[in-house]
């Protein structure tokens, strides 16, 4: 089983930039993906980035394109989520979570089995 924690959250204006971290560890094999949901009280979760981690394919949803770049940082084994011009309604837990595979649908969270506990974003008007 993977072990998964976030790191890198906090407030900022909108515009603003903010880089969260997930370190994963206990994984096996080469194709697994790691992905960062967020989910707001009484919202479903979203799916927001993922990369595979074998060959570095990576997704976005389409409001968060051109502006998030997920990347792994394979010295530190880190996956990164550089969050740039914010706005108010990226405001969320942000998740992070790993799946032991490469999913047909990276942004569904139904194939993701180990989750951090989050890390809170607030970006302000």
């Known amino acids: 089983q993977a072990q998964v924690q976030e790191s890198g959250g906090g407030s900022v204006q909108a515009g603003g930039s903010l880089r969260l971290s997930c370190e994963f560890a206990?994984?096996?094999?080469?194709?697994?993906?790691l992905g960062w949901f967020r989910q707001a009280p009484g919202k479903e979760r979203e799916g927001v980035a993922v990369?595979?981690?074998?060959?570095?394919?990576?997704y976005y949803t389409n409001s968060v394109r051109g502006r998030f770049t997920i990347s792994k940082d394979n010295a530190e084994r880190d996956i990164l989520l550089q969050m740039d011009n914010l706005k108010p309604e990226d405001t969320d837990m942000y998740f992070c979570?790993?799946?032991?595979?490469?999913?047909?649908?990276?942004?569904?969270?139904?194939?993701?089995?180990?989750w951090g506990q989050g890390t809170q974003v607030t970006v302000s008007s």
């Open positions: 979570a790993y799946s032991d595979g490469v999913p047909s649908s990276p942004l569904r969270d139904y194939a993701y089995l180990d």
């Open positions: 990369i595979y981690i074998g060959h570095g394919s990576t």
């Open positions: 206990g994984y096996t094999g080469p194709y697994n993906s």
